[in-house]
């Protein structure tokens, strides 16, 4: 069946580093992938998504790109910040909006 | 507009009590779907809805129930908790039940069940 594989956390840097969650996945037929953001205690947010081959999806400073040839959406960012402190989540869906879950991945940036 | 609501937010059961999580949303959305989040399993669908008066199972739909009577309730039911329930549930809801839409969290809900 469809599965998401996550970098195993949790990731602790430093403010500006440079970030990186990799991630890949196994599906059948073309997915839609997404990066969703839970802050403590709050519900999931859509972070970016990417939904064909190629696409590369952004938003607030974060970016994927979907490789369909490596079956990865890496998400990565130049300079993190504290407020960037939250648990990571990368999914796919393959139709009807069953979304799978990788693990998450928690990630701490401290001053 | 108040999106994505979950009620309660925190809620402690006996083994074999049952009770309702309820889920609303007021955005007009066809697709609502439960998930459950354990540490170190991402979330896992439990069960889903692609219009009201239709539901169907997700990947671990042991010991719930749904039903969707109107467009934006979907509450999910616990007929005989056990400890292996113990864990946060969030309810999402869509637009469109098509691949590639934003799904729209709730803020979950802690279950603890002794």
């Known amino acids: 069946g469809d599965s998401v594989t996550q970098m195993e956390g949790p990731v602790t840097l430093s403010e500006e580093a440079f970030l990186t969650i990799n991630c890949t996945y196994t599906a059948t037929g073309y997915p839609s992938l997404f990066w969703y953001v839970q802050y403590p205690g709050e519900g999931l947010q859509l972070l970016l998504k990417a939904t064909k081959a190629d696409d590369k999806g952004s938003n607030k400073g974060f970016e994927a790109t979907y490789r369909k040839e490596t079956t990865s959406f890496h998400l990565e960012k130049g300079s993190v910040q504290v407020s960037d402190s939250a648990v990571y989540f990368c999914a796919l869906s393959t139709g009807a909006q069953k979304l799978v879950f990788g693990q998450g991945t928690r990630l701490t940036i401290n001053p | ?114």
């Not at chain 2, 199972?57 to 042991?62: C, D, H, I, R, S």
């Open chain 2, 1 to 114: 507009n108040a999106g994505v609501t979950q009620t309660p937010k925190f809620q402690v059961l006996k083994t074999g009590q049952s009770m309702t999580l309820q889920c609303a949303q007021d955005m007009n959305h066809e697709y609502m779907s439960w998930y459950r989040q354990d540490p170190g399993m991402g979330l896992r669908l439990i069960h889903y809805s692609v219009g009201a008066g239709i539901t169907d199972q997700g990947e671990v739909p042991n010991g719930y129930n749904v039903s969707r009577s109107t467009t934006e309730d979907f509450p999910l039911r616990l007929l005989s908790a056990a400890p292996s329930q113990t864990s946060v549930y969030f309810c999402a809801s869509s637009y469109s039940p098509s691949g590639g839409r934003e799904q729209y969290f709730g803020p979950g809900t802690r279950l603890t069940v002794t």
